[in-house]
């Protein structure tokens, strides 16, 4: 019986040193990450096998996941993608780094842990039966040292963060939307995640027209400033039954209120916004004289000038909710083009937008940015605001995004 009580006071001793181990050597703040990267940061990504066509990298994994379970905006998010992975909890990872890269339709992991560590996530891989995270190796071919280098030159002057995410080339339709190989520095606190993402830039397009607005109105759904229309805004064309883009060839804003989802085509509900200059009520007028024979069909078209914005719509109450409005001045500058989101109100229009048959075979490319806005967004639905800025300079295009809780 005594033996048998020494026994157990033993055990208990080495779970009690253990879990002592475990807590003390789990860290509550992350590392960050730091450009440009140390040698054994890059040596860790030179792991990522060639076919990845997106990867991260994560110090101290642990910490960044309880920053991810802190923040409001990202908590309901992390916890049902927890829910759906089998992957070790953060005692058993430390102060780990963590590599994550997507190839095809799966996402693997690399952990490096310490002695101790290693044995029991080990074990627990055994136990879960699960290869979506490996310790070493994984015995593929892997990245490419000189590509590598190449992508990792375009971090050195990036902010430092918590996550440093790469998006190669084939990893087209996703988050950020500028050219690939693209990286991003994501920061996470306790209300916000900022994020900034740079890529080579493939030509170097027109600036934002100063003034064109007042900013952000408040009581819209998604207000948008550009240098140059987006391709994807010829398609609007369709659904306003005239050629409102000839009106943004050479920039603009716009601002939209609602969008009626129970049309076979979606109907905006938006107002255009132009700087009020002698050469854009020019280009209104003209506008105006070739859409004529479209108002006597019963289409109408509305304007305002305020003396320092023209304003369009095709309703009266547009114009008015924008000039009743309340606005938000910009906190992220941008020279190509700045977005302003409500992600409470536009993730349910968006989803709705996205199941829509006729815009999908009538405006294809409108259908297609709707259905992948509402992807990037979808998870941030619990946010307050989204801005975002997208600039070119020096041959490098460079976009910011700040999501507020």
Same mark, same amino acid.
Not at 299 to 303: P, S
Not at 338 to 350: M, S
């Given at each position: 019986m005594k033996k048998l009580v020494i026994i157990v006071l033993v055990v208990a001793l080495l779970i009690g040193a253990l879990v002592v181990y475990f807590v003390v050597t789990t860290p509550k703040t992350s590392a960050g990450v730091h450009f440009p990267l140390s040698a054994e940061q890059r040596a860790l990504l030179a792991n990522v096998p060639a076919s990845a066509d997106a990867f991260a990298l994560i110090p101290t994994a642990a910490a960044l996941d309880a920053k991810l379970h802190a923040n409001a905006i990202t908590r309901d998010a992390i916890e049902?993608?927890?829910?759906?992975?089998? #992957?070790?909890? $953060?005692?058993?990872?430390?102060n780990a780094d963590l590599v994550v890269w997507h190839s095809g339709k799966r996402t693997r992991y690399l952990l490096r842990l310490d002695p101790v560590r290693a044995v029991i996530v080990r074990l627990y891989l055994m136990i879960s039966g699960?290869?979506? #995270? &490996? +310790?070493?190796?994984?015995?593929? *071919?892997?990245i490419n040292s000189a590509d590598l280098d190449r992508i990792l030159q375009l971090t050195n002057t990036l902010p430092p963060g918590d996550i440093l995410a790469v998006q190669q080339k084939g990893g087209r339709g996703v988050f950020p939307p500028i050219g690939r190989p693209a990286v991003t520095s994501a920061v996470v606190t306790a209300t916000e995640i900022n994020l900034t993402s740079r890529a080579v830039a493939e030509e170097t397009p027109m600036a934002i027209t =100063?003034? =064109?607005?007042?900013?952000? *109105?408040?009581?819209?759904?998604?207000?948008?400033? %550009?240098?140059?229309? $987006?391709?994807? +805004?010829d398609d609007l064309n369709r659904l306003v039954r005239s050629r409102i883009t000839t009106l943004l060839k050479e920039g603009g804003a716009i601002a939209l209120y609602e969008i009626e989802t129970d049309k076979l085509l979606p109907r905006p509900k938006e107002v255009i916004i132009l700087p009020a200059t002698d050469e854009k009520r020019a280009v209104l007028e003209k506008f105006i004289q070739d859409v004529a024979p479209t108002q006597a069909l019963g %289409?109408?078209?509305?304007?305002a000038d305020t003396g320092q914005e023209l304003l369009v719509a095709f309703e009266r109450s547009s114009i008015d909710l924008y000039l009743e409005d309340a606005f938000e001045p910009p906190t992220l500058p941008g020279n190509v083009?700045?977005?302003?989101?409500? $992600?409470?109100?536009? &993730? $349910? &229009? #968006?989803?709705q937008v996205a199941e829509s048959p006729g815009l999908r075979f009538a405006a294809p490319r409108l259908f297609r940015?709707?259905?992948? +806005?509402?992807?990037?967004?979808?998870? +941030?639905?619990? =946010?307050?605001?989204i801005e975002a800025a997208d600039s070119v300079a020096g041959g490098v295009e460079e976009l910011k995004v700040k999501v507020r809780g």
């Open positions: 049902k993608w927890a829910a759906n992975q089998q #992957l070790p909890k $953060p005692w058993m990872i430390g699960d290869d979506a #995270l &490996v +310790l070493g190796p994984t015995g593929e *071919p892997t =100063a003034g =064109a607005t007042r900013g952000y *109105p408040k009581s819209a759904l998604l207000t948008a400033h %550009f240098a140059q229309a $987006p391709k994807a +805004l %289409f109408r078209i509305e304007t083009w700045t977005l302003h989101i409500d $992600p409470k109100r536009t &993730v $349910p &229009v #968006l989803q940015s709707a259905k992948e +806005l509402s992807g990037w967004i979808r998870a +941030l639905e619990g =946010a307050q605001a």
